[in-house]
């Protein structure tokens, strides 16, 4: 018997979903269970008012609503291809957005705990480095207040193979409890990858996205170019088992040193982390969510339409009145009611799973190589874990702000902030909240074992409503969590039962990984063009971070976004957006 090929998985995929075996919790505690704040349902397709869409841009996330409102922009009106859409309708263009879920926001999912009205739990992306390309741009543009994210606070802890010390006392080998070998004893795990990094690519820390974009096809090691070689492979010969270890552990993030492309790696871990000088985050002090909410905000002040509770099923060709068009088979839930629509440009501003999960019948998947593209990356999981008390409980042993590393599941934690110290807040409210765990890979399925959802081995059909996002934390989860704390802070530390818990696993359909990296032999910088407009006679668009140079980053979604609005629609670039920005290939 032959292997099965990828489309014959599709066709699999798109019977069965995976919801029952990865989907979040059905049953909570009551202070565990946040009422979901959504636009209103739109009970009717407005689209259907105007025949054929001029464009229909599918996934409210941040790269679907910042190419929604794009096109609907000022510099629509320098593009030809947009100003003959506009003569042919004698008007406005017809844009559509369209949202499978009950919110626009997708990886950007930020909650307000009851009780603190300037804290926000982000339970998918959190922060953005100031030297990125067009996020800091566009946070300016669009006016949404900022404010440091500390990160590695010497004070904070680090505890692995239960031996507990600063961060501040990681040069001190009798402290850390690894038999590293010379080349990395004594510097932290940041320190560490970037001398390791610069073995392979001289003077890495301080090259930037076009200078990586230049080797990347050249870059080798002992006659192997370093794209055909896992990361996890080079590290060990490099460091040893021992050595990779600590990497993993101290880094906080298993999916950083995995056996993923190695020349990728290298750039996301220079660029996020390891860079010379250190990176500075920056976090939205009203919650990352506002900003793809902002931009759907303006893209319907100029007459866009959103469509939530509206997911895409198929999407297929067709010829109208002598002109192809592509026609979506949608289902508008909650009663799962079928409509068509047509559309002249279709824009995919969705990750790698949801594509998957459309009916194998669509035609995209006929091409071989739009196939081997859409299996390009590999799919991350990641989950996080917030809990909100009635004190700072971790000032009493001296942690203020930043996190801490460990190896229990955990992996993470992050002291997020006190309500009273927020600009605007009442200075006498001690409430607080914990990023308790920020976890990823195998630690994720230490969390979903603690779930509580249906038999895992009773397939659910794709024909299911997208699951609301609730944010629920049953409660023997978060017993697990509050153990952990006290174990991860010492006999100190006294903490007390938590207010609220959110938690969000990020593998749930129909996103399928919080983030996605690189595949070994992959090449980023011509599948990256290509899912950009994957079917070269039909006018079909990629976008989003999964195919980017920032994977799990929000520059990721937007470079693409703005890299594929320029390419085949012909916009300018913004004006708030200097024109030397590199973007990509």
């Not at 949404?144 to 692995?160: I, M, R």
């Amino acid at each position: 018997m032959s292997e099965p090929t990828r489309r014959d998985l599709l066709k699999r995929a798109a019977v069965l979903g995976t919801a029952a075996a990865t989907g979040g919790a059905l049953a909570a505690p009551a202070w565990a269970r946040p009422t979901v704040q959504a636009e209103p349902e739109q009970t009717t397709t407005r689209a259907e008012q105007y025949g054929v869409l001029d464009v229909a841009v599918i996934g409210a996330g941040v790269s679907g609503a910042y190419a929604a409102w794009r096109l609907l922009g000022p510099e629509a009106e320098r593009s030809p291809l947009l100003r003959e859409l506009q003569r042919r309708r004698s008007g406005r263009l017809a844009v559509g957005l369209f949202e499978g879920s009950e919110r626009v926001g997708g990886r950007l999912f930020s909650k307000t705990p009851p009780g603190m009205p300037h804290l926000h739990a982000e339970l998918g992306g959190m922060r953005y480095v100031s030297t990125q390309p067009v996020v800091p741009d566009l946070v300016n543009h669009l006016r949404l207040p900022t404010a440091p994210f500390p990160v590695d606070e010497p004070q904070n802890l680090v505890y692995l193979r239960q031996r507990r010390f600063t961060q501040a006392q990681w040069g001190n080998p009798k402290v850390v409890p690894y038999r590293l070998p010379t080349e990395i004893r004594g510097q932290s795990p940041d320190d560490a990858l970037l001398s390791v990094i610069e073995r392979f690519v001289p003077g890495a820390g301080s090259m930037d996205h076009r200078a990586w974009d230049k080797i990347k096809p050249t870059a080798s090691v002992e006659g192997r170019r370093l794209y055909d070689i896992g990361f996890w492979n080079l590290l060990l010969d490099a460091v040893g088992q021992e050595g990779w270890s600590f990497l993993r552990d101290g880094l906080g993030y298993g999916s950083v040193v995995d056996n993923v492309n190695s020349i990728e790696a290298m750039e996301a871990s220079v660029a996020d982390f390891v860079g010379s000088p250190p990176p500075q985050y920056l976090l939205l002090r009203d919650g990352y969510q506002t900003m793809p909410e902002e931009l759907v905000r303006r893209f319907k002040a100029e007459g866009g339409k959103v469509h939530l509770h509206h997911q895409v099923r198929r999407i297929s060709r067709e010829t109208v009145d002598g002109e192809q068009v592509l026609t979506l088979a949608l289902s508008v839930w909650p009663q799962g009611r079928p409509v068509k629509i047509r559309a002249r440009h279709v824009i995919l501003a969705m990750p790698q799973r949801s594509i998957e999960l459309l009916d194998p019948d669509t035609f995209l998947f006929a091409s071989d190589q739009f196939l081997k593209d859409l299996g390009s990356i590999i799919p991350r999981p990641a989950s996080k874990l917030f809990l909100g008390y009635d004190r700072p409980w971790w000032e009493e042993i001296g942690l203020q702000a930043g996190r801490s590393v460990t190896d229990l599941p955990l992996r993470q934690t992050y002291y997020w902030g006190v309500e009273g110290r927020q600009p605007g807040a009442d200075p006498a409210n001690r409430n607080a909240l914990l990023l308790a765990s920020y976890n990823d890979l195998s630690d994720v399925e230490f969390w979903n074992e603690l779930l509580n959802r249906p038999n895992r081995l009773i397939p659910v059909a794709v024909t299911r409503p997208p699951r609301p996002m609730d944010a629920a934390a049953p409660g023997n989860l978060v017993e697990e969590a509050q153990r952990q704390l006290r174990e991860l802070h010492g006999p100190d530390a006294r903490i007390p039962d938590p207010t609220v818990a959110y938690f969000q696993d990020w593998v749930q359909d129909p996103y399928g990984a919080a983030y996605h990296f690189w595949q070994v032999e992959a090449k980023s910088w011509e599948v990256m063009p290509r899912m950009r407009h994957p079917i070269a006679d039909a006018n079909l668009y990629v976008c989003g971070s999964a195919w980017s140079t920032g994977q799990g980053w929000v520059y990721g979604a937007l470079t693409q976004a703005e890299l594929m609005l320029e390419e085949h629609f012909g916009l300018p670039r913004p004006t708030w957006l200097p024109s030397g920005v590199y973007l990509g290939p």
